[in-house]
C-alpha cells in the first residue's frame, strides 16, 4: 500500500501531525486540511484513497464534508473514516449515515492507526486514484 495518497482533516494541529507523521513513515503521501473548506480546495488538486474525517470542524462538519464528498463522483469512492474525540453512543451510527467508511476515536492509538489505514485500503470500496 506504500505510496497511497492520504487525506487528513482535523481542527487539531497535533492530531493532523501524529497521524502525518504515523502515515508518513509506512509510505503513505500525506496531505493535511484544517477544516471543509480547505479540504474541498486541497481535494481540486490531491485525489487520495483515504480521508482520515475529523468529524468536530470548524463551520461545516466531517459529516456534512462526507456527505458532500460521497455524492460527488469525481469523489464517491474515497475511502472515508470518521475521526471523533466525542465517542458517544450513536456517533458511529451517525458516521456510516454520512457515507463514513469507518470509525476511529480519539486520542489515536499511535500503534493501531497504521493497520487500520492499511486494512480499510486493502479492502477497498473504490478504484485507486490516479
Request: proline share 5%; no cysteine; charged share 20%.
Given at each position: 500500500m506504500s505510496?497511497?495518497?492520504?487525506?487528513?482533516?482535523d481542527?487539531?494541529?497535533t492530531n493532523l501531525k501524529l497521524a502525518r507523521?504515523?502515515?508518513?513513515?509506512e509510505g503513505y503521501e500525506v496531505t493535511?486540511?484544517?477544516?471543509?473548506?480547505?479540504a474541498m480546495?486541497?481535494?481540486k488538486d490531491f485525489q487520495p484513497?483515504?480521508?482520515l474525517?475529523?468529524?468536530q470542524l470548524p463551520g461545516m462538519d466531517g459529516l456534512e464534508l462526507t456527505r458532500k464528498l460521497k455524492a460527488d463522483l469525481r469523489t464517491g469512492d474515497i475511502i472515508i473514516l470518521a475521526l471523533t474525540a466525542y465517542a458517544m453512543k450513536g456517533d458511529e451510527e451517525k458516521a456510516a449515515a454520512a457515507g463514513c467508511d469507518g470509525y476511529i476515536s480519539k486520542p489515536i492509538n499511535t500503534r493501531t492507526l497504521p493497520g487500520i489505514v492499511a486494512q480499510h485500503l486493502a479492502?477497498?470500496?473504490?478504484?485507486?486514484?490516479?
Open positions: 505510496g497511497e495518497r492520504i487525506l487528513i482533516v481542527d487539531h494541529p507523521v504515523l502515515l508518513s513513515a493535511t486540511a484544517e477544516d471543509a473548506l480547505q480546495a486541497v481535494l484513497r483515504l480521508i474525517m475529523d468529524i479492502q477497498g470500496n473504490g478504484q485507486p486514484h490516479d
